[in-house]
Nanobody
């Protein structure tokens, strides 16, 4: 059974940093693009970042570019999202995803249950 388990969320102040982790189990995703979406209260789920299977290609939403960094450890089946200079508008539940796309959530193969990030002003 495939499982994606996110961790690392929490309550921080604007300007702080957080590192989210996603542990994948049940199968290896070494040949899959992995990434993150987020969903703020009352809003649709939106693309945040993606990383190719080899880690050589990354993609970011314009709203996080330059502040967030996605990485992965293929051997450990882990994906990370380093979030710096956090803003209140980054407040959302962050979801780990297999085969994410900036086009939207419809093509995602697997989802985690999410981890809440709250940024206070």
């Amino acid at each position: 059974q495939v499982q994606l388990v996110e961790s690392g969320g929490g309550l921080v102040q604007a300007g702080d940093s957080l590192r989210l982790s996603c542990a994948a189990s049940g199968r290896t995703f070494s040949t899959h693009t992995m990434g993150w979406f987020r969903q703020a209260p009352g809003k649709e789920r939106e693309f945040v970042a993606a990383i190719s299977w080899g880690g050589g290609n990354t993609d970011y939403a314009d709203s996080v570019k330059g502040r967030f960094t996605i990485s992965r450890d293929v051997a450990k089946n882990m994906v990370y999202l380093q979030m710096n200079s956090l803003k209140p508008e980054d407040t959302a539940v962050y979801y780990c995803a297999v085969n994410p796309s900036r086009r939207g959530p419809d093509g995602v193969d697997y989802w985690g249950k999410g981890t809440l990030v709250t940024v206070s002003s």
